[in-house]
Protein backbone atom coordinates (compact mmCIF):
# COMPACT_ATOMS: atom_id res chain seq x y z
CA UNK A 1 0.00 0.00 0.00
CA UNK A 2 1.06 3.90 -0.13
CA UNK A 3 0.48 6.18 2.77
CA UNK A 4 1.10 10.36 2.89
CA UNK A 5 3.69 10.91 4.87
CA UNK A 6 2.74 14.12 5.92
CA UNK A 7 -0.63 12.85 7.10
CA UNK A 8 0.75 9.90 9.11
CA UNK A 9 0.38 9.14 12.60
CA UNK A 10 2.43 7.63 15.35
CA UNK A 11 2.00 6.82 18.81
CA UNK A 12 4.05 9.57 19.33
CA UNK A 13 3.03 12.52 19.82
CA UNK A 14 0.70 12.90 22.61
CA UNK A 15 1.16 16.61 24.10
CA UNK A 16 0.03 17.85 27.74
CA UNK A 17 -3.40 18.96 28.12
CA UNK A 18 -4.52 16.78 25.18
CA UNK A 19 -7.53 14.77 25.05
CA UNK A 20 -7.99 10.98 25.17
CA UNK A 21 -10.47 9.37 22.55
CA UNK A 22 -11.51 5.99 22.56
CA UNK A 23 -12.82 4.77 19.84
CA UNK A 24 -14.24 1.27 19.84
CA UNK A 25 -15.74 -0.71 23.39
CA UNK A 26 -13.45 -3.05 25.28
CA UNK A 27 -14.29 -6.37 26.03
CA UNK A 28 -13.60 -8.77 22.74
CA UNK A 29 -11.30 -10.92 24.44
CA UNK A 30 -13.55 -11.92 27.53
CA UNK A 31 -16.43 -11.81 25.39
CA UNK A 32 -15.09 -14.66 22.94
CA UNK A 33 -13.23 -16.20 25.73
CA UNK A 34 -16.72 -17.07 27.32
CA UNK A 35 -17.96 -17.90 23.75
CA UNK A 36 -15.52 -20.76 23.67
CA UNK A 37 -16.07 -21.74 27.21
CA UNK A 38 -19.81 -22.04 26.42
CA UNK A 39 -21.26 -19.42 28.58
CA UNK A 40 -22.36 -17.31 25.63
CA UNK A 41 -24.24 -18.35 22.32
CA UNK A 42 -24.55 -16.56 19.17
CA UNK A 43 -26.34 -13.85 20.39
CA UNK A 44 -23.77 -12.62 23.15
CA UNK A 45 -21.11 -13.01 21.33
CA UNK A 46 -22.43 -11.26 18.50
CA UNK A 47 -21.75 -8.05 20.28
CA UNK A 48 -17.76 -8.54 19.93
CA UNK A 49 -18.34 -9.91 16.41
CA UNK A 50 -20.20 -6.59 15.51
CA UNK A 51 -17.39 -4.48 17.06
CA UNK A 52 -14.78 -6.74 15.31
CA UNK A 53 -15.94 -6.20 11.83
CA UNK A 54 -16.09 -2.07 11.74
CA UNK A 55 -13.30 -0.65 10.60
CA UNK A 56 -11.46 2.05 12.20
CA UNK A 57 -11.50 3.88 8.73
CA UNK A 58 -14.16 6.55 9.42
CA UNK A 59 -11.91 8.23 12.15
CA UNK A 60 -9.70 9.69 9.10
CA UNK A 61 -12.21 10.28 7.02
CA UNK A 62 -14.23 12.15 9.29
CA UNK A 63 -11.75 13.59 11.70
CA UNK A 64 -8.24 13.67 10.13
CA UNK A 65 -8.04 17.31 10.26
CA UNK A 66 -8.51 17.13 13.96
CA UNK A 67 -6.54 14.25 14.85
CA UNK A 68 -2.81 15.51 14.39
CA UNK A 69 -1.02 14.11 17.52
CA UNK A 70 -0.72 10.82 18.51
CA UNK A 71 -2.44 7.60 17.53
CA UNK A 72 -2.31 3.95 18.45
CA UNK A 73 -4.89 1.06 17.58
CA UNK A 74 -5.76 -0.88 21.07
CA UNK A 75 -5.43 -4.67 19.71
CA UNK A 76 -3.51 -7.12 21.79
CA UNK A 77 -1.81 -5.34 24.25
CA UNK A 78 -4.77 -4.16 25.36
CA UNK A 79 -6.04 -0.57 26.11
CA UNK A 80 -3.45 -0.46 29.32
CA UNK A 81 -0.39 -1.81 26.95
CA UNK A 82 -1.01 0.71 24.08
CA UNK A 83 -1.59 3.89 26.60
CA UNK A 84 2.09 2.70 27.83
CA UNK A 85 3.09 2.40 24.68
CA UNK A 86 1.88 6.17 23.50
CA UNK A 87 3.03 7.49 27.05
CA UNK A 88 6.49 6.01 26.53
CA UNK A 89 6.69 7.35 22.94
CA UNK A 90 5.94 10.78 23.96
CA UNK A 91 7.23 11.52 26.95
CA UNK A 92 3.84 11.74 28.98
CA UNK A 93 1.62 10.17 31.41
CA UNK A 94 -1.84 9.20 30.54
CA UNK A 95 -4.81 10.03 32.69
CA UNK A 96 -7.22 7.20 32.33
CA UNK A 97 -10.84 7.67 34.08
CA UNK A 98 -11.84 3.89 33.84
CA UNK A 99 -15.17 4.46 34.63
CA UNK A 100 -15.28 6.13 31.48
CA UNK A 101 -13.79 3.67 29.04
CA UNK A 102 -16.87 2.44 26.76
CA UNK A 103 -17.04 -1.89 27.76
CA UNK A 104 -19.13 -4.84 25.47
CA UNK A 105 -22.32 -5.48 26.75
CA UNK A 106 -21.57 -8.64 29.10
CA UNK A 107 -17.97 -7.94 29.52
CA UNK A 108 -17.53 -7.11 32.86
CA UNK A 109 -19.84 -9.42 34.31
CA UNK A 110 -18.20 -12.03 32.30
CA UNK A 111 -14.89 -10.58 33.65
CA UNK A 112 -16.19 -11.27 37.08
CA UNK A 113 -16.46 -14.99 36.40
CA UNK A 114 -13.11 -15.39 35.43
CA UNK A 115 -13.65 -15.81 31.38
CA UNK A 116 -10.12 -13.97 30.59
CA UNK A 117 -8.26 -14.71 28.30
CA UNK A 118 -4.41 -15.21 28.65
CA UNK A 119 -3.71 -12.50 27.13
CA UNK A 120 -5.04 -10.49 29.47
CA UNK A 121 -2.99 -12.23 32.02
CA UNK A 122 0.24 -11.14 30.43
CA UNK A 123 -0.82 -7.95 29.68
CA UNK A 124 -1.65 -6.92 33.27
CA UNK A 125 2.31 -8.84 34.06
CA UNK A 126 4.21 -6.43 31.75
CA UNK A 127 2.20 -3.82 31.75
CA UNK A 128 0.70 -3.49 35.15
CA UNK A 129 4.41 -1.99 36.75
CA UNK A 130 3.68 0.87 34.84
CA UNK A 131 0.22 1.63 35.64
CA UNK A 132 -0.84 3.13 38.58
CA UNK A 133 -4.03 2.15 39.75
CA UNK A 134 -6.41 3.72 42.29
CA UNK A 135 -7.97 1.32 45.13
CA UNK A 136 -11.13 1.93 44.25
CA UNK A 137 -10.62 0.99 40.60
CA UNK A 138 -12.56 -2.71 40.66
CA UNK A 139 -11.02 -6.05 39.22
CA UNK A 140 -13.41 -6.84 36.82
CA UNK A 141 -13.04 -3.46 35.61
CA UNK A 142 -9.31 -3.32 35.36
CA UNK A 143 -9.28 -6.84 33.88
CA UNK A 144 -11.20 -5.18 30.87
CA UNK A 145 -8.55 -2.68 30.77
CA UNK A 146 -5.54 -5.39 30.48
CA UNK A 147 -8.27 -7.46 27.98
CA UNK A 148 -6.47 -7.85 24.60
CA UNK A 149 -8.84 -6.70 21.57
CA UNK A 150 -9.06 -8.20 18.37
CA UNK A 151 -9.32 -5.20 15.92
CA UNK A 152 -9.96 -2.90 18.52
CA UNK A 153 -10.22 0.81 18.01
CA UNK A 154 -8.05 3.58 18.23
CA UNK A 155 -6.56 5.87 21.12
CA UNK A 156 -6.13 9.27 19.94
CA UNK A 157 -4.71 11.91 21.80
CA UNK A 158 -5.86 15.68 20.52
CA UNK A 159 -6.03 19.09 21.01
CA UNK A 160 -8.50 19.35 24.24
CA UNK A 161 -10.50 21.96 22.65
CA UNK A 162 -11.22 19.89 19.68
CA UNK A 163 -12.07 17.09 21.59
CA UNK A 164 -16.11 17.66 21.29
CA UNK A 165 -16.28 18.37 17.86
CA UNK A 166 -14.38 14.97 16.68
CA UNK A 167 -16.82 13.13 18.94
CA UNK A 168 -20.21 14.96 17.24
CA UNK A 169 -18.52 13.85 13.94
CA UNK A 170 -17.49 10.54 15.04
CA UNK A 171 -21.18 9.99 16.29
CA UNK A 172 -22.72 11.68 13.24
CA UNK A 173 -20.96 9.12 11.55
CA UNK A 174 -22.38 5.94 13.60
CA UNK A 175 -19.01 5.63 15.49
CA UNK A 176 -19.42 5.36 19.48
CA UNK A 177 -16.37 6.96 20.58
CA UNK A 178 -15.60 8.07 24.16
CA UNK A 179 -13.53 10.70 25.72
CA UNK A 180 -11.35 8.41 28.52
CA UNK A 181 -8.77 10.89 29.61
CA UNK A 182 -5.95 13.53 29.61
CA UNK A 183 -2.61 13.72 29.06
CA UNK A 184 -0.48 14.72 31.71
CA UNK A 185 3.04 15.80 32.70
CA UNK A 186 5.29 12.54 33.00
CA UNK A 187 5.00 11.18 35.62
CA UNK A 188 6.79 8.36 38.20
CA UNK A 189 4.56 5.73 36.17
CA UNK A 190 3.14 5.80 32.65
CA UNK A 191 -0.60 5.45 33.30
CA UNK A 192 -2.59 6.76 36.08
CA UNK A 193 -5.84 5.09 36.33
CA UNK A 194 -8.80 6.88 37.90
CA UNK A 195 -12.16 5.55 38.90
Known sequence: GFVQLDGLLANAGAKVGDALVLTKALGTGIITTAYKGGL??????RVATDSMIRLNDTVGRVGG???RHAC???TGFSLMGHSCEMAEASGVTLQIDA???PMLDGAREMARMGML???AYR???FFG???QMGPDVLLDLADVLFDPQTSGGLLLAIAEER???LLRRLADAGVTAAAVGRVRPRGPRRIVLKP
Open 40 to 45: LDEAGV
Open 65 to 67: DIV
Open 72 to 74: TDV
Open 99 to 101: DAV
Open 117 to 119: PAG
Open 123 to 125: NRD
Open 129 to 131: PRV
Open 163 to 165: GAE
